[in-house]
């Protein structure tokens, strides 16, 4: 059985809270009743409220960028899951490249936030992939389970169809370039065994997003690969007429 597909715009540091609202509106009016596809909007913090206002009763879905692994406490500028849960927020993305190389989040950490994230009911989206030279160097495999295996550790069975993972090239963020069909599927099914020797045929359930610069020009081929269950989309994102164009390439996909 085919797995229902994703499409999340990661908007990352852009849109205040009136532009991000503008955006998702355009977003809800086309893709709003959508059920073939679920979609996934994740604005900066500061646009979380507008943009759920935005979409409420409409089936596109709220995420948030990030959070803490804590509940409540003295974490100056960190926000928490109960907190994104108050905003309606149903999803998280958690160890995207950004975050792990700019502020130096580890897999430890990131594997806390995870867990956090499930008790409380989000359903984390977490970030794999390596970067160029760790690819030249023939270590793309190694990274990426390191990633999955560390950043999945203590998830129980059970929530195993509540976990989304999100492969991104770091080579390929913003940059232009993107992995062949043939790279991005044979990683993606590299991880879909590796989810299946720790879920079992929970892993059947797990959706796993391209997130290395999908566009409309190429996602048709790359959503047609077996392992390949959506994109979290960058730059794509921003505009609403590219990252509807996803949304209905993801829709003919599945047809």
Known sequence: MRRKFLIAGNWKMNKTPADGADLAREIAQSAGKEHGVDVVLCPPFTALESVA???EGTAVKLGAQNMHHETAGAYTGEVSAPMLRSLFCTHVILGHSERRTYFGEDDAFINRKVIAALKAGLRPILCVGETLAEREAEKTLNVVKRHVTHGLKGVPIDAAGDVVIAYEPVWAIGTGKVA?????????AFIRKLLAEQFGDGAQRIRILYGG??????APELLEEPDIDGGLIGGASLESVSFLALVEAAAKAKA
């Open 53 to 55: 206002r935005s979409i």
């Open 213 to 218: 610069s999908m566009k409309p020009s190429n």
């Open 180 to 188: 062949t069909t043939a790279q991005a599927q044979e990683v993606h």
